[in-house]
């Protein structure tokens, strides 16, 4: 089942410099035509450059931006509706919470905006799958940069949502803070929790990734399956003569037998980094 489908999406920004304004610029392009759906209980990536529209097309699923044009579908009701906010869990790419204030305190503000009736337990289960437990008497002031995006992991799981919204999630964390989100988000998919995920980090996307789309100026440029991308890997079995034999993985032992000369046999492993890099730069527009 789709939890989210969008077709024909459409943003454009006013241009609201005067200056700007007067040498006819008078908007810019958010996204144009963006298509795609999200299955239940998959994580869905949208992988781009800076400026690509990755946020902003998040940004019209949550509603927090309008759109010219195309449909919005969420959970089968349309747009998202208010009764339904309390299903979704949201980290934007950056967090902004009082200083002064301790942890605890301000998990127990995100429960209440949450209606969640025994909030204690709550909160320290969340807290605890991010590792700050312990910090919850502390005051936000004492923690570092990853320390506060995980505390925005934690406000984001409270209410353990069955469709989590995460925009940059890996900012600020260090490899091993990072391992233990991608072991979280392992986990919040084996309890039906839909994922869409927003990350420069692509080794991280192919390591827990379902599917996704590349967004290149606004545009979806390539939609992928790495369930599938990885069916394609093999080997390259390089001969004496120079000649190069493409083999699949299940063909491997047969085609070595019939061989002869060889020479090098190289693995040949799918790269999401490699796979992005030809679809932006190589002309697929």
């Known amino acids: 089942m ?10 454009t920004y006013k241009e609201r410099d005067i200056f700007k304004k007067l040498k006819g610029k008078k908007e810019k392009i958010g996204v144009e035509n963006v298509s795609f759906s999200v299955e239940e209980g998959e994580i869905f990536s949208i992988i781009g450059l800076n400026g690509a529209g990755k946020t902003t097309i ?50 127990e503000y995100y429960s209440e905006l949450y209606g969640i009736k025994d909030n204690n337990q709550k ?18 002031e004492e923690f570092s940069k990853g320390m506060l995006q995980k505390v925005g992991i934690a406000q984001a799981i409270l209410n353990s949502p069955k469709l989590l919204f995460l925009d940059e999630p890996m900012s600020g964390l260090d490899p091993l803070a990072r391992r233990e989100v991608i072991e979280l988000l392992k986990e919040l998919k084996t309890l039906g929790t839909t994922i869409f995920l ?55 032992d047969m085609k070595l037998k019939e061989l002869k000369e ?24």
């Open 123 to 140: 909160i320290d289960e969340s807290l605890e799958k991010v590792g700050l437990l312990n910090r919850s008497n502390s005051r936000l």
């Open 58 to 107: 998040m940004k019209c699923l949550l509603g927090l931006l309008d759109y010219d044009s195309g449909n919005i579908n969420i959970f089968g009701k349309g747009k998202l509706e208010k009764e339904s906010k309390n299903l979704i869990g949201y980290l934007p790419e950056i967090s902004y919470y009082p200083k002064s204030i301790k942890l605890k305190i301000l998990m």
């Open 2 to 11: 789709s939890v989210i489908k969008i077709e024909g999406l459409n943003k």
């Open 198 to 252: 927003n990350t420069h980090i692509l080794g991280d996307i192919e390591d827990i990734g379902d599917r996704g789309i590349v967004v290149h100026k606004g545009k979806v440029l390539d939609s992928f399956n790495l369930h599938e991308k990885r069916k394609e890997e093999g080997y390259n079995i390089i001969l004496k003569d120079g000649k190069i034999h493409n083999v699949g993985i299940d063909n491997l």
């Open 262 to 285: 060889i020479t090098e046999i190289k693995k040949n492993h799918f790269s999401l980094e490699e796979y992005f890099k030809n679809t932006v730069l190589g002309g697929k527009e």
